[in-house]
């Protein structure tokens, strides 16, 4: 069993930064490739960015691309999004997901076997 904790999310003036963070317990974390997604209000979830087991290979979003940033840290099974340049347009629930099968770094959210809860992050206009 695996479990995905977000956190980091709150409320932010757009320009601003937030780093989230995603802390997974109970199962292999280095050999996951891991993916953010979001989901606003009235809208399907979208993906954001993914990035290999060991790190280095990432992708993006076109809508974040320049703006955010994912790591990880497979001695503390974490994952992090670190986001600057906000915009009101990026407010939405989000979620970090779990690949245990390598796929590639997919941007279709049945390709992720784990999910958080999600955290939210609101950017003011």
């Known amino acids: 069993q695996v479990q995905l904790v977000e956190s980091g999310g709150g409320l932010v003036q757009a320009g601003g930064s937030l780093r989230l963070s995603c802390a997974a317990s109970g199962g292999f974390f280095s050999n996951y490739n891991m993916a953010w997604f979001r989901q606003a209000p009235g809208k399907p979830r979208e993906f954001v960015a993914a990035?290999?087991?060991?790190?280095?290979?990432?992708n993006y979003a076109d809508s974040v691309k320049g703006r955010f940033t994912i790591s990880r840290d497979n001695a503390k099974n974490t994952v992090y999004l670190q986001m600057g340049s906000l915009k009101p347009e990026d407010t939405a629930v989000y979620y970090c997901?779990?690949?245990?099968?390598?796929?590639?770094?997919?941007?279709?959210?049945?390709?992720?076997?784990?999910w958080g809860q999600g955290t939210q992050v609101t950017v003011s206009s």
């Open positions: 990035i290999r087991r060991s790190g280095g290979i990432t």
């Open positions: 997901a779990a690949d245990r099968f390598d796929t590639g770094l997919r941007t279709s959210r049945n390709a992720y076997d784990y």
